[in-house]
C-alpha cells in the first residue's frame, strides 16, 4: 500500500483545507453571458427608485378627491329663466287681438270726459248714469243765491236735484225755482241731452257749495261758489 501525499498548494505548499487542488494546466471554462460568474440564486440588487426611504406604498391623492360636488342650482335657475322667457314670448304674441271700442255708448260702461267737454263729470252710485254739469253764472241778493246751472246727459237717463250750503254754516238747504229763466223741468234727461235752469238758495252771502243728487236723493257730486 502506498501513501497518499498530502495536495498541495500551486506554489508547492500543502493544502491545510483538505480540498484537491485542480491538476496542473486546469483553468476554469468561461461563462457564456461573459459576465460575472452566478453566485447561486442570489437575487440581483434592485435598482434605485424615487420614493424616499421609508414613504408609503398608498396612491397618490389629489386634493380635487375631496372638493365637494358642484352645485347644479345655476343649471336650473337658467332653465327656469328660459322656461319664464319663453311663457312671456307666448302670452304676448298669441294673446287675441282686442276688439276697437265702439263709437256709441254700451250699457253698463263707464264714460270718460274728454278734455273738450265741459263740466265736472258725475257717476251714479249703481254706476248705471254718468254725465257731468257746471255752473254757468251765480248772483248774490238780499234774499239767498241764485244759480244757473247745466247738467248734460252721457248715460242717461239722468234725474237731478240739488242742494246747497254755506262753508260756515253745516245745514244744508235745498233748491227752489229761480226767478229767472229758463227754468229747470224736472223730466229726466236722457242719452246726449242738456239741460239748463235757474235755481234760488236762500243763503247768508259767503263762500257755498252746491250739491248734485239724483231723484232718489244719492248725492253724485259738488261744485263751489265764491261768496
Known sequence: MTDQLPPTTPNGDPDRTGRSAPPTGWSPAPLSDGGRPSFGAATPPSQPSDRPLGGSSLPSVTIEEYAPPRSRLPLLVAVIAIVVAGLIWAGTSLRA???????????????????????????????????????????????????????????????????????????????????????????????????????????????????????????????????
Do not use: K
Not at 163 to 190: C, H, K, L, W, Y
Open 97 to 227: 287681438p282686442q276688439a276697437s271700442p265702439s263709437t256709441g255708448p254700451s250699457a253698463g260702461a263707464t264714460p270718460t270726459a274728454t278734455a273738450s267737454a265741459p263740466g265736472l263729470p258725475f257717476v251714479t252710485p249703481d254706476q248705471s248714469v254718468s254725465g257731468r254739469w257746471e255752473i254757468l253764472e251765480h248772483r248774490w241778493t238780499d234774499s239767498g243765491l241764485e244759480v244757473e246751472i247745466r247738467v248734460y246727459a252721457d248715460q242717461g237717463p239722468v234725474t237731478y236735484s240739488f242742494m246747497a250750503f254755506g262753508n260756515d254754516d253745516v245745514q244744508a238747504t235745498a233748491s227752489e225755482p229761480g226767478s229767472q229763466n229758463p227754468r229747470f223741468s224736472g223730466r229726466p234727461i236722457d242719452t246726449g241731452g242738456s239741460e239748463t235752469g235757474w235755481v234760488f238758495f236762500p243763503l247768508q252771502r259767503g263762500a257755498s257749495t252746491i250739491m248734485l243728487y239724483t231723484a232718489s236723493g244719492n248725492q253724485v257730486s259738488a261744485l263751489p261758489v265764491a261768496g
